[in-house]
């Protein structure tokens, strides 16, 4: 039977059939294309340069995205590592704001060998439908993609990082195409920045740069987004800003930025930091509308900040904390550093405003500084100077208010690196601004309510946790209330009751995050009476869905480690100088010990003779002057440490 009478009387089955035959031998075409494209040094690339791979890996990337930055190393290792395997690498970058100049900085900054080009128009992210950077795509001989998305699941947005991977999808992928097998996992979610990609600007957009986008980040987002300062790119420039546009849409429309994490549903606070519904709005309309410039002639002045010192003027004193820089490793953990500096303090200071400014704010993750009038750290509330935490922005205490530096204090800094890429160096110092005694009428003093004996289970969300009540044994106000828990925190309350029974949330964090603990600084000092009683309750996340555990497997104790945990409510607050002795009592009430050992802390405090009694004369105030008679249970006009030892447990109620 001759063909065209076998094609009539078998029909469609035949042709399916000869199709099939003739695909044989033909490979499909390569998702790359033709392209043509300069590396930063220069160099035109072609894609039959890269031909001659079994495996090409083609990496997505942006120079400024923080996540990039972290797995520019781990691309370089296995870069090296298959080399001799016939596996190539290739890197591109089309984002519109990121020029050759730096993506040759950042190229030599991470000893890259990779071909790293200048995705123009987007050629290649479009073919590969690319949304992120960092995102891989793992590509066969014939050039067709068998696994895209993330390198690892080490690293994730904002910040959150486990000790080590535990699945390595890029390498996993490599393996199985160079063992002739499928990828078993051939697609995971990439969590990176958004492609800043061209686009043009719709023109029946009303909202513009110059107009409306520009003053917004001014007043909310170029305080940190500038040069020099802790934000990973600057929002100043129009081409820049144009080319983070759908990023800046996600991060607000998600509440990840500007960092505030706070409930509106309680409290007033000077610091806070939050975008209006209308303002979000905004943003994401700009962003949709393809980022329109306007009229740049109409952009508004720059604002001019502070630079240096946050301080309301030049610091009094200025300690380092050492006299050589820290050395921080590109990678790996690097346990909290502890650096103790003589200010030379002869007499008592009383520090109105403090700031601790980092050398090096792209690896600073927070820094503590006590002072320590015997050169240790004993009880870490009393002694807790100054804090800082990315993002942080100096408040100095209203007038009348201080905090005392005992003379003959050390400094001691406690500080928390995070490794971004690149080996580092820090050097970092605390400014301090001083007032007269004379002027000083309130001592501030940062107190806590802990909790150190909870146990986290594994594999479990929403495990809530109660701190101890703390009640106030004076009157006095609250200035401000610190959350602090590690990379299990999930959220955090502070609960007061009155001593007319009421309940008051003062502050709600619904979604805790370790990466910004945040002091919330209250509008106006808050009246606390005698009596009052406050509460922390926690809540930690063991779970697998959260990103930043460590490992959901362990049963998690108290510990210093960000991979252990805390519950710590700190809170400021200021007392009448006169009855500074009572809010150190309770201090001491606080602490850890046998109640012998509490016993000994209050009367080696309040014993101005050093007889090793306590006489009425030597209480200042009248509150602990009045019950001298209940303590003093044989009257013989003294209070000894076995009659003090006796009335602690009554006072740890």
């Known amino acids: 039977m001759r063909l065209p009478e076998m094609l009539l009387s078998h029909g469609l089955s035949v042709l399916v059939l000869l199709g099939g035959l003739l695909a044989q031998g033909q490979a499909a075409d390569s998702v790359l294309g033709e392209f043509q494209l300069q590396d930063f040094r220069g160099r035109t690339w072609k894609s039959t340069d890269?031909?001659?791979?079994?495996?090409?890996?083609?990496?997505?990337?942006?120079?400024?995205?923080?996540?990039?930055?972290?797995?520019?190393?781990?691309?370089?290792?296995?870069?090296?590592?298959?080399?001799?395997?016939?596996?190539?690498?290739?890197?591109?970058?089309?984002?519109?704001?990121?020029?050759?100049?730096?993506?040759?900085?950042?190229?030599?900054?991470?000893?890259?060998?990779?071909?790293?080009?200048?995705?123009?128009n987007n050629q290649l992210a479009d073919r590969l439908q690319a949304e992120r950077t960092p995102e891989v795509f793992v590509l066969d001989a014939d050039h067709q993609v068998k696994y895209r998305g993330r390198i690892d699941d080490q690293h994730s947005v904002g910040g959150h990082s486990r000790p080590a991977p535990t699945r390595d999808d890029l390498k996993l992928a490599i393996d199985d195409l160079l063992a002739g097998r499928e990828v078993a996992v051939a697609k995971t979610e990439a969590v990176g920045c958004i492609i800043g990609r061209v686009r043009p600007p719709k023109p029946e957009a009303?909202?513009?740069?110059?107009?409306?986008?520009?003053?917004?980040?001014?007043a909310r987002c170029v305080e940190c987004h500038r040069e020099g300062e802790i934000g990973?790119?600057?929002?100043?420039?129009?081409?820049?800003?144009a080319g983070w546009a759908p990023m800046i849409a996600e991060v607000t429309r998600e509440h990840r930025m500007p960092p505030w994490h706070a409930s509106p549903q309680h409290g007033h606070f000077a610091n806070e930091n939050r975008l209006t519904d209308a303002e979000i709005q905004m943003l994401q309309d700009w962003s949709r509308a393809g980022a329109p410039a306007g009229d740049l002639t109409k952009l508004p002045p720059t604002p001019e900040f502070i630079t240096g010192w946050q301080l309301p003027h030049d610091p009094d004193l200025v300690v380092a904390m050492s006299k050589k820089p820290f050395q921080v490793p590109a990678t790996g953990e690097v346990k909290y550093q502890y650096f103790s500096v003589d200010p030379g303090i002869t007499e008592d200071k009383w520090v109105t405003a403090a700031e601790v400014v980092p050398g090096n704010r792209a690896i600073v993750h927070h820094v503590i500084v006590f002072a320590a009038p015997g050169g240790k750290v004993e009880n870490e509330d009393g002694q807790l100077l100054i804090a800082y935490v990315p993002g942080m922005r100096i408040l100095p205490l209203p007038k009348g208010f201080a905090k005392r530096l005992p003379a003959g204090s050390k400094l001691i800094f406690q500080l928390h690196y995070t490794p971004n890429?690149?080996?580092?160096?820090?050097?970092?110092?605390?400014?301090?601004?001083?007032?007269?005694?004379?002027?000083?009428?309130?001592?501030?003093?940062?107190?806590?309510?802990?909790?150190?004996?909870?146990?986290?289970?594994?594999l479990k969300a929403d495990q809530q946790f109660t701190s101890k009540t703390i009640t106030a044994p004076t009157d006095l106000l609250l200035l401000s209330m610190s959350p602090h828990m590690h990379l299990r925190g999930q959220s955090f309350r502070y609960e007061m009751v009155w001593p007319n029974g009421q309940t008051e949330t003062l502050l709600d964090v619904p979604a805790y995050d370790f990466n910004w603990q945040m002091s919330y600084r209250l509008k106006e000092p808050m009246a606390v009476p005698q009596g009052s009683k406050l509460t922390a309750f926690a809540k930690f996340d063991n779970s697998r869905e959260n990103l930043a555990n460590p490992d959901p497997t362990q049963t998690v104790l108290w510990g210093d480690q960000s991979w252990e945990e805390m519950l710590i409510g700190y809170f400021d607050i200021a007392i009448p100088r006169k009855a500074d002795e009572t809010m150190h009592i309770a201090a001491d009430l606080r602490q850890q010990g046998t109640n012998e050992e509490v016993a000994s802390r209050i009367l080696k405090r309040v014993d101005q003779n050093g007889d090793g009694k306590i006489q009425k004369s030597e209480l200042v105030n009248p509150r602990f002057a009045k019950a001298f008679p209940l303590a003093d249970?044989?009257?013989?006009?003294?209070?000894?440490?076995?009659?003090?030892?006796?009335?602690?447990?009554?006072?740890?109620?």
């Open 50 to 120: 890269f031909d001659r791979h079994k495996v090409l890996v083609v990496a997505s990337y942006g120079v400024e995205c923080p996540l990039a930055k972290l797995y520019a190393p781990r691309l370089q290792q296995l870069a090296d590592a298959y080399k001799d395997q016939g596996v190539g690498f290739v890197v591109i970058d089309a984002n519109r704001h990121d020029s050759l100049t730096e993506m040759a900085a950042f190229a030599r900054d991470h000893q890259w060998t990779m071909p790293f080009l200048k995705d123009l």
């Open 206 to 218: 009303t909202i513009t740069f110059a107009e409306h986008v520009a003053p917004l980040l001014n």
């Open 232 to 241: 990973p790119f600057s929002l100043q420039d129009y081409d820049e800003v």
């Open 421 to 458: 890429g690149t080996p580092q160096e820090d050097l970092t110092k605390v400014g301090l601004t001083f007032a007269d005694e004379s002027e000083v009428e309130y001592e501030v003093q940062t107190a806590s309510t802990r909790n150190r004996k909870f146990e986290i289970l594994p």
């Open 633 to 653: 249970t044989n009257s013989d006009g003294e209070i000894s440490l076995e009659e003090l030892t006796a009335l602690i447990p009554l006072l740890r109620r």
